[in-house]
């Protein structure tokens, strides 16, 4: 049985006890255990049952690869399931609930499936669930529902809290190890800034564990006193992405009782080099009962009893196909227990180490293997056989744990992630990094480096060497060369070379095939893997998806090598040609919440006021919503509804003078030698040939050719030009240029700022409005002096200002654009200016109305997506001299160009009344589902009290053709109303206002 002994235990506290429950059960552990240390030292082998089988599951590693101790943790708005018992740490009062039974761990009626694993072969279901097609609905979807998933999605509302942090250093070393401090130590030595993460608790990795402990704790206290050196534990390095962009994913309070502050921190990392010294993970063997409770990997093992003090068992057989497999059994060995034999696959044995095991006593079976664990819910003893045979067994040994190596594959996942390569070694059986074919920056340089075992060193020497190579030469990448001296290092240990064991024993029959594991969460078998190969799957990645081989939450960490070299035998194909899965990040399950960091509740988007937003709500402003902004509908006085305070400000506004806060509206500054040639790629129209000082109406489209934003577009001088866009869209037109700026015209000498927020700007809209800018210090803004589609610069009431004359009304208008900090003096100068004109604030629902009733489209209203520049009459805004810009070819489409599109025009009721928004056009007929046939639909709808109706826009079936018709359309209570289809335009057809 598995006990915690009486001496030993590197990380645990042992005047520090803790309780803790498992499945209800209360247990004991120390301050420092793992919870699965903390199961294995109270003999709970079994912790959970596997997904496709129900087969019993134990703890198999002591680090993120574990694939089997997946476990609920905490309750409530704490509680989150598939948590790895070999990464959280124990504290007083965690609780703990195994997965994937019913009714209980101990009794799952979910193992009948074992019995049945005959019959449920990789790929079954693409070949169960097709007949009879019946099925499907009402058996098979059901079941399947049911089947799915591990563990149970938490219910209740999280109630820890999560951040984001955003760091920059010049060198990032990810690994705590040996390697990765020997790496920090060299990189910070020249004064780079340096930042290392470590996943675990501890410094020191697999070192620790092997006689380094003194040496890892030198180089933690000389990395302490650097003041350009940052430190983090419980830090996982989870995925290295372009242009030094890395994520670091912290767990700051799971190991704690008490929580308070955030639970988990998602670090957004920009680094000059980074340097991955991930370490490496051993490779379990393939034989029969290889996944029963207590078959564990090797380091593993060796680390429950020599970091944690806990003896898996009393007896334990170690199977290997390398030397490091013996230190765990002179680790045993030396803490009082048994090792009957070391199953040693090589015929030529081990090394030094092996020597060392004889020595003490240890029988050593050379050439020999595992033909078949004994037990059920635990192990109770091997069968020996001989390694190249098929499996007879030639002796049979009582033991309750087996220790397992199949050798070392080095954590190349992050080297993968941005493009690095991988090269296979022969010598060591393993795919390592290509260190010619790195993952590459934006000038074609390698910014990850590879160190210690993860880049295939293995011997401490070689690991400290390559540690300091790697960090000294990220410090010459950034600029900050160092030297340092070499660390001490003990003399190379003389193991002998691995030989590969893909399979125990060579020739395994069948019946022992069918029972060794390669994936234990997902129950995939060698047999499933030979199945594929033997059903055409020869890609490595269509095998993963047919036989599910690696796509469990561990993603192939234990099982992807073992996998390949499998269908490398079937296809009797080499290992490099079968090649590998690609890797992505996270390199483990990231939190949900970390991932939202603070974005959730009343934070999940950020509320945007602008710098008149006090202002309104002191003086009756009803928001709404547009985008992120809150912006006023209307400003309702005492005795006013809505209805009636915006025809107040409509009349006021076209009869004397009304402002309107427009600093919502997107303002991106695009600067640089080919500015022009940019714009002129973004919109339809030409804006290279725009003046300095001039404006310009422009539209934007998709590369779909879909109509995505408009709005005026100002140059500002020969390489600078301003582009309004609409309020919702400024951050998506934003990316929209970034994207295509990094992605196509990289080499082009553009910037782009989204300087929205830089500026409040105020409209200042009717007959009175030149006369007011004047008596605020405007000079020469006479119609002939400052003309439609200009700007310049004055001085109103003190304040430095940029005047834009450009109207969305049809009224005489200005855009009043200042330093976001001076609008509300701005604005409070100009409402006293206007006062003896009855100046009026105005919302958003009189501006659209205002808009509407000259005409003017509004993107989201008449827009949808689908609708293109010529469906609302905006030929003239789209440049026939231009070759080509974003959506043209699309344009030219059969379906963009036929006649029968529907195309924009206004709508007017018989009646006068106002159509509902979104009311269709009716059709005659039905069509193939019964639905009344329709020709069109309305975008925009309102009551107009300058023209005393309703008035609308709409898109209708060869609109423009059929001025005078009378339609159709339909009304939320079923019956129909009569409109007639007139021009867009309503108001002012001669545009005599705005002079």
Not at 191 to 217: F, K, N, P, S, Y
Not at 548 to 554: E, H, K, R, V
């Amino acid at each position: 049985m598995s006990t915690r002994l009486t001496q030993g235990g590197a990380r645990i506290d042992r005047t520090k006890p803790v309780s803790f429950r498992f499945n209800g059960q209360q247990l004991k552990g120390y301050e420092g255990d793992t919870l699965a240390s903390a199961l294995l030292a109270n003999d709970r082998m079994m912790v959970g049952r596997s997904f496709k089988y129900h087969r019993p599951r134990g703890v198999v590693a002591s680090g993120t690869e574990e694939p089997n101790a997946l476990l609920g943790i905490g309750q409530g708005g704490r509680f989150e399931p598939n948590q790895r018992a070999t990464m959280q740490e124990v504290f007083e009062g965690l609780e703990s609930t195994s997965q994937n039974h019913w009714p209980s761990l101990e009794f799952d009626v979910g193992e009948i499936n074992a019995s049945l694993s005959r019959f449920l072969p990789a790929g079954f279901y693409y070949k169960t669930f097709l007949w009879p097609r019946s099925f499907w609905k009402h058996v098979y979807e059901p079941f399947i529902r049911q089947s799915a998933g591990l563990g149970k999605a938490p219910k209740d509302r999280d109630a820890d809290t999560y951040e984001h942090f955003y760091h920059y250093c010049d060198v990032l070393v990810i690994g705590g190890g040996l390697a990765g401090l020997a790496a920090a130590r060299a990189a910070a030595s020249g004064g780079a800034r340096v930042t290392v993460m470590e996943q675990e608790a501890h410094w020191g990795g697999r070192a620790a564990d092997d006689g380094a402990e003194a040496q890892v704790a030198d180089l933690v206290a000389e990395l302490e006193g650097m003041e350009n050196v940052t430190l983090r534990t419980r830090c996982m390095g989870a995925g290295v992405y372009d242009h030094g962009y890395v994520l670091g994913y912290e767990r700051l309070t799971d190991h704690l009782s008490e929580k308070s502050g955030p639970r988990h921190r998602l670090w957004r990392v920009r680094a000059g080099q980074a340097i991955t010294a991930t370490g490496a993970i051993e490779r379990p063997l393939s034989f029969a009962g290889n996944d029963l409770p207590g078959v564990m990997l090797a380091s593993a093992l060796r680390d429950y009893v020599v970091q944690f003090g806990v003896s898996v068992g009393d007896r334990t057989v170690v199977v290997t196909n390398n030397d490091d497999a013996y230190l765990t059994a002179l680790a045993l060995v030396g803490a009082g227990l048994t090792v009957p034999v070391i199953v040693d696959a090589r015929q030529g044995g081990g090394g030094a180490l092996a020597a060392e095991a004889e020595a003490k006593g240890i029988r050593v079976l050379k050439g020999h293997g595992i033909a078949k664990v004994k037990g059920r819910k635990r192990v109770t003893g091997v069968a020996i056989c001989k390694q190249v045979g098929e499996g007879a067994v030639t002796e049979e040994i009582a033991c309750d744990a087996v220790a397992m190596s199949g050798g070392w594959s080095p954590v190349v996942h992050l080297w993968s992630h941005c493009g690095g390569k991988l090269t296979w070694d022969d010598a060591q059986a393993m795919f390592r990094p290509d260190g010619t074919r790195p993952p590459t920056g934006e000038d074609g340089k390698g910014f990850v480096i590879c160190a210690g075992a993860a880049d295939g060193a293995f011997d401490r020497a070689e690991v400290a060497a390559s540690g300091t190579k790697a960090g000294l030469a990220a410090a010459e990448a950034v600029g900050q060369a160092g030297s340092v001296s070499d660390l001490t290092a003990p003399e190379a240990r003389g193991d002998n070379p691995i030989e590969p064991v893909w399979l125990m024993p060579a020739s395994a029959k069948r019946k022992l095939r069918a029972k060794a594991w390669l994936d234990y969460q997902n129950d995939v078998k060698v047999t499933d893997v030979q199945l594929a190969a033997q059903e055409g799957f020869e890609s490595v990645e269509h095998a993963k998806r047919y036989t599910t081989l690696g796509m469990a939450t561990d993603q192939g960490k234990l099982s992807n090598i073992n996998g390949l070299a499998i269908l490398s035998g079937a296809l009797d194909t080499p290992i490099p040609q079968v090649g590998t899965t690609r890797f992505r990040p996270p390199f483990t399950p990231i939190s949900m919440g970390a991932i939202a960091g603070e974005a959730r509740a009343e934070t999940f988007q950020p509320l945007r006021r602008t710098p008149l937003h006090q202002w309104h709500v002191d003086n009756g402003a009803d928001f709404e919503p547009v985008g992120q902004w809150r912006r006023p509908f209307c400003y309702i006085r005492p005795g006013e509804d809505r209805h009636s305070a915006v025809t107040r400000e409509i009349n006021q506004t076209r009869n004397s003078l009304g402002l309107l806060d427009a600093s919502t509206l997107g303002k991106l500054i695009v600067k640089g030698p080919d500015a022009g040639r940019f714009m002129d790629m973004l919109y339809t129209n030409m804006m290279s040939t725009l003046q300095p000082g001039r404006c310009r109406y422009g539209l934007m489209c998709s590369e779909n050719g879909f109509l995505m934003d408009d709005g005026v577009v100002a140059r500002w001088d020969e390489e600078t030009f301003l582009c309004h866009t609409t309020t919702g869209g400024a951050d998506h037109i934003h990316a929209h240029m970034e994207e295509w700026l990094q992605t196509e015209w990289w080499d082009w000498k553009v910037w782009t700022v989204n300087a929205t927020e830089q500026y409040a700007q105020i409209g200042v809209v009717g007959p009175k409005a030149r006369t007011v800018l004047e008596k605020l210090g405007a000079t020469n803004i006479a119609n002939e002096d400052f003309p439609f589609m200009t700007f310049q610069d004055h001085k109103l009431a003190g304040i430095d200002a940029r005047v834009y004359r450009i109207s969305f009304s049809g009224e005489l208008s200005y855009e009043i654009a200042v330093p976001a900090g001076q609008g509300l003096a701005l604005w409070t100068a100009l409402m006293e200016a206007g006062a003896e004109f009855g100046a009026t604030p105005y919302g958003t629902e009189a501006l659209h109305v205002l808009r509407a009733e000259k005409g003017f489209i509004m993107i989201g209203d008449e827009t949808d997506g689908t609708v293109i520049p010529q469906d609302l009459g905006l030929n003239w805004a789209i440049s026939k001299k231009k070759e080509d810009f974003i959506g043209k070819r699309a344009q030219s489409r059969e379906d963009m160009a036929r006649e029968d599109r529907w195309k924009l025009v206004g709508l007017e009721t018989l009646d006068k009344s106002v159509l509902p928004d979104g009311a269709y056009v009716l059709a005659d007929g039905t069509n193939a589902n019964g639905q009344r046939t329709v020709q069109g639909r309305v975008t925009s709808s309102y009551y107009s009290p300058t023209l005393e109706r309703g008035i609308a826009m709409g898109l209708v079936l060869r609109g423009p053709d059929r001025m005078g018709e009378t339609i159709q359309l339909n009304k939320v209570d079923g019956s129909s109303v009569a409109a007639r289809i007139v021009d867009p335009v309503f108001y002012d057809k001669e545009n005599t206002k705005n002079v």
